[in-house]
């Protein structure tokens, strides 16, 4: 069940490049189609979220930006289920869409699914 009072602000987001390259150095947990997540434990600092979208597989800034919107809002309305770490959201491939909302929602339903993917897989690989 989302949150719908949690918070995305300056704390909630990773901004320093040490930060992404130590995240980006492991190995992708969750895959999608157009989606690749990768995450690294932190105990010292509730979840945390980076975006990658990069200009080459998007050329609007318009899009871009919605794009990063859409991972963002995912991510907050499940930040408090999830597991304490950095998750970077990167985007793979430039996705086909004929229009704005309909690349929004797309993305939107792949983030969804991927977030919720590797919360299991990490909570099952910790409880063994």
Known sequence: MPELNAKFGPSARLTD????????KTKPIARGQHIFVHFSPNTASPARLGVI??????????????????????????????????????????PKYASLPELKT???????????????????KTSL
């Open 17 to 24: 490049s040490a930060e992404f390259g130590l995240v980006l």
């Open 53 to 94: 979208v990069p200009k080459r597989l998007l050329r609007l800034a318009t899009a871009r930006n919605a794009v990063k919107r859409v991972f963002r809002e995912a991510f907050r309305q499940q930040r408090c289920g999830l597991i304490h770490g950095h998750f970077v959201i990167r985007l793979l491939r430039s």
């Open 106 to 124: 797309m993305l939107r339903g792949e983030t969804d699914q991927l977030i919720g993917l590797l919360d299991c897989r990490y909570r099952q």
